[in-house]
């Protein structure tokens, strides 16, 4: 095959939608009908960048993509509202970004994130940002105070990495979501802390937070979150935009499990796991002198890392392709 045969469809513009009003941006990170493999969508010719200023980006200007549409062409949700478990319409086998903070136990469906990717929300007094990146498979939570401000995020319509780039609208600063750091604008060089975040079924954690509650469809915007909009992404083995570097130790797609021990990376991949994990569903390593222990399910297709005292860490779900591009260096599990 030597075209993309599932690509996102016409979706609808940035503004709240009334019946009958459509606006023609193409949805998310895909703005060409076709895209052949390897072919890259180069920022070349788009000095404007959305509008936002580059200058002294930490990242070459060449490898910042324009996804297609604008600023905020992919709305942000700023006030998401929340249903009870058994309100939320949601299948066992959905996929959902799972959030406990503070008591407060939050799932994100990712049939909403596939359309929205950035939920600005608040756990009590604390402000945090639930991303997502339907072309890089990670969702991420961010505590989004910074330097005594809390931010609110919104999405560029730039990739890096085919990675999204979220900016803040306090400085218009460009973040990167894989790497937590901002690439540009006042904030560069500024670093989010990341958040523990389980990327898993709705049944997995819906039976570990039977009081959780869920971000409710009622968005503001007119989405049909019934329909996901990159149906067969993560079997093809091609990409919409390109990276600037790969590696075929592991599939494009193949999904890992990524963990980060100071200047150590390491990624977990399932296929892996689902062989070495023991009878509990277990795998204890060190990385970087530091004992973990992860923990795989492949009935809920999910993976997450505990330090030695049992602590739930910061990790990141996400296709190979995506965990390789940022992290080069990374070590690999292998079969032994």
Known sequence: MSQL????????????????????????CAWVAVLVPGERASAQGNSDFNGFDLTGASVPLAAVQRGGPPRDGIPAIDKPRFVGA?????????????????????????????WHEVVNDRFGQQSVAVTYCPLCGTGMAFDAQVAGQALQFGVSGLLYNSDVLLFDRATESLWSQITQTAISGPR??????ALALAHTSWADWRARHPATTVLSTDTGFARDYDRDPYAGYDKVQQLMFDVAQRDDRLPLKEWVLG??????????????????VDGRGSLHDTVAGRRLRIDYSAQHHSAQVFDAQGALLPSLTAFWFAWFAFHPSTEILHLR
Request: aromatic content about 8%; charged content about 20%.
């Open 86 to 114: 058994a309100q939320s319409g949601l299948g066992d086998e959905d996929r959902v970004l799972g959030l406990f903070l503070d008591g407060i136990a939050r799932a994100y469906p990712i049939r909403i994130l596939n």
């Open 259 to 276: 963990v980060q021990v100071g200047d150590v990376y390491k990624a977990y991949p399932f296929s892996v796991l689902a062989r070495r």
């Open 5 to 28: 045969s599932t690509l996102p469809p016409w979706a609808l513009g940035p503004a709240r939608s009334r019946p009958g009003r459509r606006q023609a941006l193409i949805l998310g």
């Open 188 to 193: 560069k060089g500024t670093r989010l802390q």
